[in-house]
């Protein structure tokens, strides 16, 4: 009897539409939750607001040779010693998007530009839209001491 009904449900569910899962290391919550915590909800990405707590970053580094760079905001920029300054932003997932040069200029402010695009060679990849939430380190000349951190790409 188990077979058999095992057989029915495969049979069952031959002749519906298949729907593709994307699974992440991300948390993901229900889109039709109504807490305060609950996920934004764009395009086809659903992204988890406590996936941007201090430390849930993912740290990556700059991909060599990107193709079709451009600006890219940033969420927030936190100094973690000296002359370093955590930066974080969303991003896609790579090798569709790539963090390919960031841009350092010191004077009163630390203005930061990130450039983001593709991997070399990835032009002809599928890759899913889903919002992922990095972070790089930034090395400054001098010492940031108390100056503004101020994003490039506005």
């Not at 849930?56 to 940033?74: D, G, K, Q, W, Y």
């Not at 974080?88 to 841009?103: I, K, T």
């Not at 899913?128 to 506005?154: C, H, K, M, W, Y």
Request: glycine residues 10%; charged residues 15%; aromatic residues 4%.
């Amino acid at each position: 009897m188990g077979w058999l009904a095992l057989v029915t449900v495969v049979v069952a569910g031959c002749g519906r539409p298949s729907k593709t899962m994307v699974t992440s290391d991300l948390p993901l919550k229900s889109p039709l939750a109504t807490s305060p915590n609950d996920p934004v909800v764009g395009g086809s990405a659903i992204i988890d607001p406590g996936a941007n707590a201090p430390g849930s970053a993912s740290r990556v580094e700059i991909t060599a040779n990107a193709v079709n760079l451009r600006p890219r905001h940033f969420e927030s920029a936190a100094v973690v010693g000296d002359r370093s300054v955590a930066i974080r932003f969303y991003s896609g997932v790579a090798p569709c998007e790539v963090l390919g040069r960031v841009d350092v200029i010191e004077a009163d402010a630390i203005k930061v530009t990130l450039f983001s695009g593709q991997a070399p060679g990835s032009a002809d990849v599928a890759c899913i839209e889903l919002a992922v939430f990095n972070e790089v380190l930034v090395t400054t000349q001098s010492p940031v001491a108390g100056r503004p951190i101020v994003d490039g790409a506005q």
